[in-house]
């Protein structure tokens, strides 16, 4: 294959990943019981909803704080896109437990991510604009205090200074370096087909 088939590869690999990570952020916002009306959270929902709406119709509605149509869509997509990619490219079938494997790998992958970039633009607003109330800053306040919390309660803040991001932070790229690591490596693929 070409340079020019390789950067087409690539870039459908990066929409995938993209389209994945707006699938997490939809299910990571009903888990944190994010406000739905938010006009973020109805355009996540409305960008989501085609892939998501099939496995709606026989995983049913959303089990308490968890969506499982929408895992079970990313888990999906990103299998299949996993295959696509590696016969495109000419690597053949690979084993259906190193995609599986893959695919969950890029999914935490995902959640990660999400998290990581969520706590930065909510540290940086707490210096800028401690009292937003765009509907994105309550948006990212929202998802980030199921995982802050806990940590507020272990390490309660030093007068003016929160540690917890920090915990938070170190956890994350904990998570990431081991357990999404050892899922890439278990699955034998290229570490560009599980994340951005």
């Keep these: 294959m070409g340079q020019l088939g390789n950067a087409g590869l690539l870039l459908v690999n990066t929409l995938i990943n993209i389209y994945l ?13 994010a406000d739905y009306y938010n006009p973020i959270s109805q355009s ?8 998501v709406r099939p496995f709606q119709s026989f995983l049913g509605p959303v089990l308490g704080r968890f969506d499982l149509a929408t895992l079970a869509a990313a888990f999906v997509l990103k299998a299949v896109s996993i295959v696509a990619i590696l016969q495109i ?3 053949g079938m690979p084993p259906v437990t190193q995609v599986a494997i893959g695919a969950v790998a890029a ?3 995902a959640i990660l991510k999400i998290y990581f970039f969520a706590l930065i633009v909510m540290i940086i607003l707490s ?5 937003a109330s765009h509907p994105g800053a309550l948006l990212i306040m929202q998802l980030v ?9 272990v ?6 200074i929160d540690l917890s991001p920090i915990v938070v932070f170190i956890a ?14 278990a699955a034998g693929i290229t570490g560009a087909l599980v994340g951005l």
């Design 155 to 160: 390490i309660p803040p030093l007068g003016m």
């Design 44 to 51: 996540v929902v409305k960008i989501t909803q085609p892939v």
């Design 107 to 109: 999914i935490a992958n």
């Design 127 to 131: 210096w800028v604009a401690p009292n």
């Design 21 to 33: 990570f707006l699938m997490m952020l939809r299910f990571l916002l009903q888990a944190s019981q």
């Design 172 to 185: 994350i790229s904990l998570i990431d370096g081991i357990v999404v690591g050892a899922l890439t490596r």
């Design 89 to 91: 490219a000419g690597f």
């Design 145 to 153: 205090e199921p995982i802050m919390a806990p940590v507020r309660r």
